[in-house]
């Protein structure tokens, strides 16, 4: 997994629904990790790590930020891994054009990605609704959506569009989702890596 704090959610939340995962400490910050899990029993590496600069974060070490393309680019790839991304807010104090390019950089290694491990899972999570403040808004976040649906709408991954899903929930809005929202998001998300 590799974003931002809405994906760190994800990650936050199987460790609690999953009691076999074993979080690991990295003594590194958490809010940009990178952040570790491992369930010994079941043979599964849960990663998770900021989407690398632009970040909003308290100070971290500039080693441990990696940009998405950069660690698509170093996995091996195969039936058994699942890669998960999302770029969004940290990415609202910028121009369209900023954005655009770096989709198409993770455009590029993802498919990489499926030359050489065609039978691996790629899923994106979508920009979330909720984000009112100085920084961002809904409308930004949208025309963010739009460019990660056009850049991967041919690729042959899955896009986990979660828009709706904040937008439309009677949980208050907030660009970090309450937890009935996020499990939704997961019930969701595992259906595509665990469909049996």
């Not at 709706?164 to 595509?192: R, W």
């Amino acid at each position: 997994m590799m974003g931002d704090s809405t994906l760190r959610q994800w990650f936050d939340f199987l460790l609690k629904a999953v009691p076999t995962f074993k979080r690991m400490n990295l003594h590194v910050q958490y809010e940009a990790g990178p952040l570790l899990a491992v369930d010994v029993e079941n043979n599964i590496d849960l990663h998770w790590r900021a989407h690398g600069l632009p970040l909003r974060c308290l100070k971290t070490e500039v080693s441990n930020l990696h940009y998405v393309s950069n660690e698509i680019d170093d996995l091996t790839g195969g039936p058994h891994t699942v890669i998960v991304f999302n770029l969004g807010p940290h990415f609202t104090t910028y121009p369209l054009d900023f954005y655009t390019r770096r989709v198409m950089r993770v455009r590029k290694a993802v498919l990489d990605m499926l030359q050489r491990a065609p039978d691996t899972t790629i899923i994106i999570k979508t920009v979330n609704t909720g984000y009112k403040d100085v920084f961002g808004s809904d409308w930004y976040s949208l025309q963010f959506n739009r460019i990660l649906q056009w850049a991967f709408q041919d690729v042959g991954v899955y896009i986990l569009d979660v828009w709706q899903m904040t937008a439309c929930h009677y949980n208050v809005e907030n660009i970090h989702p309450g937890p009935v929202i996020i499990k939704n998001e997961m019930d969701i998300f595992l259906s595509f890596i665990c469909p049996e």
